[in-house]
């Protein structure tokens, strides 16, 4: 009878190299053990699950779950700035005023902090996965789309008041029941995640609320 699967696991001893002991400074040696680890079976078996001759690997070992995330976040992370940047033109070009850009996306960048203070002070949540920093690319474009509601409802009302407090109180009326509507009903459909029973699903839910709620108030303030 032919296996249609094989488990195989290699054990490594202690103290490694350069080390006395085996309570010789641990976190160092389960750091030095996960990146030899990684950088050998990238060597000898390639950028993840590879199939070849009918036989398909996949390979894991200790500590390189938090090397493959570390990765996989810088390549992310390039994504994210590539997206602001992306942003911040758009929003020059369409508003013919680096100013109003770059004030947007303060505004936009300073929901993280207010919404980490909810989420991790009134809401009490320690765990902070990486479906949370993702909401880095929601946030952007919700955020952005608010400072487009808020500013064309601006530019209209100069064709129907004269006064900077006429504008400004039809702008906020009209401008922030618009986005009272799309905010209120994308932080139900986030925290709809909240009832699920995986942990990084539920946190991401809950944490790209608190996003939109504070973008919401930070455009209308």
């Not at 400074?25 to 000898?44: C, F, N, R």
């Not at 920093?133 to 955020?143: E, N, V």
């Amino acid at each position: 009878q032919i296996a249609k699967a094989v488990k195989t696991e290699f054990t490594f001893g202690a103290p490694l190299k350069g080390y006395k002991t085996v309570n010789d400074d641990p976190d160092g040696q389960s750091e030095d053990l996960a990146q030899w680890l990684y950088d050998e079976y990238h060597t000898w078996l390639g950028d993840g699950q590879i199939s070849g001759g009918g036989v398909s690997y996949i390979y894991n070992g200790h500590g390189m779950l938090g090397l493959y995330i570390q990765e996989v976040m810088v390549t992310d992370g390039m994504f994210a700035i590539a997206s602001m940047v992306f942003v911040l033109v758009y929003i020059a070009f369409m508003t013919s005023s680096w100013w109003l850009a770059v004030m947007g996306m303060g505004q936009i960048l300073m929901c993280f902090p207010v919404a980490y203070f909810l989420y991790f002070g009134i809401f009490q949540q320690r765990y902070f996965g990486v479906f949370n920093m993702l909401s880095i690319f929601i946030i952007l474009g919700i955020g952005a789309d608010d400072i487009f509601v808020f500013l064309d409802t601006w530019e209209q009302s100069g064709h129907k008041f004269k006064g900077l407090g006429k504008r400004m109180s039809h702008t906020w009326r009209h401008a922030g029941k618009a986005m009272l509507v799309t905010s209120l009903s994308t932080i139900i459909s986030f925290m709809s995640n909240a009832n699920s029973s995986f942990p990084a699903i539920q946190t991401f839910g809950l944490f790209a609320a608190m996003l939109v709620l504070v973008n919401y108030c930070a455009v209308m303030v």
